[in-house]
């Protein structure tokens, strides 16, 4: 796969535990089952999925699980990313063994606000490590988790060196212009949106794919929303962002990985359970989220 061919509904995948904290096949295998006819590729072992809650070899048995069941019906970028470069190397390594279509890193964590030369030092051992022009790697920029914000200027030097994506989770979109101007001089070049809260705007502004969370438990609003901006039908594409804002908004009653665990049980679906510190919703949240989502005819 090529970085611009990662494209579309792009779940960043939960990943499925049991009450015990065990990973649970079972429940990785639904929650794919679940989404994989609505979605164009998978985002998995991220935050949604939480990567940097797991040991390495639970990672990686993670992703080997989640790539026999999507049996590339569907791309599959690995996030690799962990606090220091030689255990994400590790992970890139294996990723690409395992059969995924490309690697994608969070910067550092836990090493808040490192100097620039430092951020290109770690991306650049990624890219020595994986990267290929079918095998792209793919910077994630979420500076509120790391920390250590990946700069337009620091995006176009590693673009300089073989970087071929931008996941860019900073919420902003005049963030998102500035990255797709600093890499503007390599075609090849991949800049995805990481959150469906600005879905419709970063379309607009030319996205071609989005790692959204809700595409967890409603893959299906996710599909029309990107119907609907292809085909030009802003009418549409406004109600649906308006719909998908509110379902966030549901999301964030507590903590939003348990959550939409609850959400994917009410459905039907046996998603397991998040792994602790989170815990798994009360009675009383449970209720709510529900009385909310039957209010807005989602459930």
């Known amino acids: 796969m090529k970085a611009k061919e990662f494209i579309g509904i792009i779940p960043p995948v939960?990943?499925?535990?049991?009450?015990?904290?065990?990973?649970y096949e079972k429940g990785i295998r639904e929650i794919i089952r679940f989404t994989l006819p609505h979605v164009n590729g998978?985002?998995?072992i991220g935050t949604y999925g939480c990567g940097p809650l797991m040991s390495l070899e639970e990672r990686k048995r993670t992703l080997e699980i989640i790539l026999d069941e999507v049996?590339?019906?569907?791309?599959?970028?690995?996030?690799?990313?962990?606090a220091d470069t030689k255990t994400t190397v590790e992970l890139a390594k294996h990723a690409k063994t395992a059969g995924a279509d490309g690697v994608g890193a969070i910067a550092p964590y836990y090493s808040p606000h490192l100097p620039e030369d430092n951020l290109f030092a770690h991306f650049a051992a990624l890219i020595d490590a994986v990267n290929e022009e079918d095998f792209p790697v793919f910077v994630y920029n979420n500076p509120h988790l790391s920390q250590n914000s990946v700069t337009p200027k620091l995006a176009r030097r590693l673009a300089e060196y073989?970087?071929?994506?931008?996941?860019?989770?900073?919420?902003d979109l005049v963030n998102f212009y500035f990255y797709q101007e600093a890499v503007a001089g390599f075609?090849?070049?991949n800049v995805i949106i990481g959150t469906e809260a600005i879905f419709v705007g970063a379309f607009d502004a030319g996205a071609t794919g989005c790692v959204c969370g809700m595409a967890n438990i409603y893959p299906?609003?996710?599909?029309?929303?990107?119907?609907?901006?292809?085909k030009g039908d802003r009418e549409e594409a406004i109600r649906l962002q308006r719909l998908i804002l509110k379902v966030r908004q549901i999301t964030k009653?507590?903590?939003?990985?348990?959550?939409?665990?609850?959400?994917?049980?009410?459905?039907?679906?046996?998603?397991?359970?998040s792994r602790s510190p989170y815990l798994d919703i009360d009675d009383?949240?449970?209720?709510?989220?529900?009385?909310?989502?039957?209010?807005?005819?989602?459930?």
């Open 14 to 23: 939960l990943s499925s535990f049991t009450k015990e904290g065990e990973i």
């Open 42 to 44: 998978y985002y998995p």
């Open 71 to 82: 049996n590339g019906k569907v791309p599959v970028v690995a996030h690799v990313g962990t």
């Open 162 to 171: 073989g970087l071929r994506g931008i996941k860019d989770s900073s919420f």
């Open 187 to 189: 075609p090849d070049f």
């Open 220 to 230: 299906e609003l996710l599909a029309e929303i990107y119907a609907a901006c292809k």
């Open 253 to 273: 009653l507590g903590p939003t990985v348990p959550i939409m665990h609850a959400i994917l049980r009410l459905k039907g679906i046996d998603a397991g359970y």
């Open 284 to 299: 009383s949240l449970m209720e709510k989220v529900k009385n909310e989502l039957t209010a807005i005819d989602l459930f």
